[in-house]
């Protein structure tokens, strides 16, 4: 870990249209290995410029203008922060991209800082909030634990470390709406696996509302001791018998799950197929996600053996809720 960097490189987009954005997107974390994008505020002055001469004190504008202002504001105001951290070259990938950027003629001011590893945090608090995903569950950053009034079971903490998943992604926030969409179908107190765990997320959101006994596995030792982070902000002195956390090269497949969340890109759901089919019980559910919406018909071809019940988009990203016939 000593003198270990992360890349933040922030641009601002002027698109025609929003399939460019997924395109770019797509080739971000696909070819340039880009571990985490963020989208950032755009400043008042912005929206007085899309309002024009329209005024509107604060808890009256309606809401088909502000769904006018975010569409104007995503199409040709639109800042995203790419995240690189995970490579030995992630410096080298940065530019790489930027170079991209560049050649696309799409990005309309591109800035690159190189950080030390302990800012990473203090990074992800000046995009970080009060995530609800509905008037059940809600993701409170830890810093925030204390301010907030609200059920310990309807709430899930989270200190955001380097793991992907901290439920500000579009990824992870329909995982939790597809989650939260079939909490009456899958057994309380029965088994989850969170593969590709990252932050643990997903998995703390069903101990919480199904009293899950849950494997979290990923690849990252930095994404594993984030999630053992987490789930001690969220079950200090709780007994949690039943629960692991295990590297992916010793998880084994064939022990069967009520419940499975994979959240990650579409290669690694295709490439890992196999084990999540062997890892989903008979009628139990599997919630995959990590997708760009045009991946998600490739999906659900690869998953043949599974019925899909339902599908989520956000943004230029999609998530697919199976149940395994």
Known sequence: MENKKFVEVKVSFKLTNLQELEDINSQAM???????VQEFSIDEAIVDEILGERAYSGGDIPGEVIDEVNDVARLHHLNLVYFFYQSEDSI?????????????????????EEKPWEDWNKEWRKFYSLIEVDEKLTVVPEWEKNNFEKSEN?????YPGMGFGTGEHQTTYLCLKLLMSVIGEVPHRGT??????????LG????????SEVVFCDIDPEALHNCLQNLDLNFKGVDLSGTTLVSRERFKSGVEHDLVFANILENVLIGEREELLDSVKKDGI????????HQVDTIINEYKEFKMISTLSKDDWSAILFKKL
């Open 154 to 158: 309807d709430c899930v903490y989270i």
């Open 30 to 36: 696909t070819v340039f290995e880009c571990d985490g």
């Open 92 to 112: 080298g990938l940065a530019n790489k991209f930027i170079e991209f950027l560049k050649e696309s003629k799409l990005a309309d001011g591109i800035t690159v």
């Open 192 to 201: 989850c696996l969170d593969f590709g765990c990252g932050s643990g997320i």
């Open 286 to 293: 599997l919630i995959v996600s990590g997708l760009l919406n």
């Open 204 to 211: 703390i959101a069903a101990i919480k509302k199904l009293s």
